[in-house]
Nanobody, 122 residues
Framework: QVQLKESGGGFVKAGDSLRLSCTVSERTLFTNAMGWFRQSPGKERQFLAAMYWSGERTSYSNSIKGRFIISGDNTTNTVYLQMNSLEPEDTAVYYC???????????????WGQGTQVTVSS
């Protein structure tokens, strides 16, 4: 059973940066593409970014494009989400997810992490 585990969340001030990590227990067809989502109270889960381990392609939501960067380390099976210029509106639980393709991640991911809380104060 594939497991995804996020870390790196915390309490920061507006304008700060934070880097989230997601470690994948094993690489399979269903972890070929990795993505990040977030969910705030009372709101639907929102897609943020996705990538292939090969580095051939990334995809970003327009809402965070230019502020957040997704990357991966193939040697440690870790995916990162670098978040810059954080705003109070970025407060949410952040989840990583995996699927065979980026398109599948956006529609229906196969595996999810447990989430990590990010709180941004004004």
């Amino acid at each position: 059973q594939v497991q995804l585990k996020e870390s790196g969340g915390g309490f920061v001030k507006a304008g700060d940066s934070l880097r989230l990590s997601c470690t994948v227990s094993e690489r399979t067809l269903f972890t070929n593409a990795m993505g990040w989502f977030r969910q705030s109270p009372g709101k639907e889960r929102q897609f943020l970014a996705a990538m292939y381990w090969s580095g051939e392609r990334t995809s970003y939501s327009n809402s965070i494009k230019g502020r957040f960067i997704i990357s991966g380390d193939n040697t440690t099976n870790t995916v990162y989400l670098q978040m810059n210029s954080l705003e109070p509106e970025d407060t949410a639980v952040y989840y990583c997810a995996s699927a065979p393709t980026i398109a599948t991640i956006k529609g229906r991911s196969d595996y999810w992490g447990q989430g990590t809380q990010v709180t941004v104060s004004s």
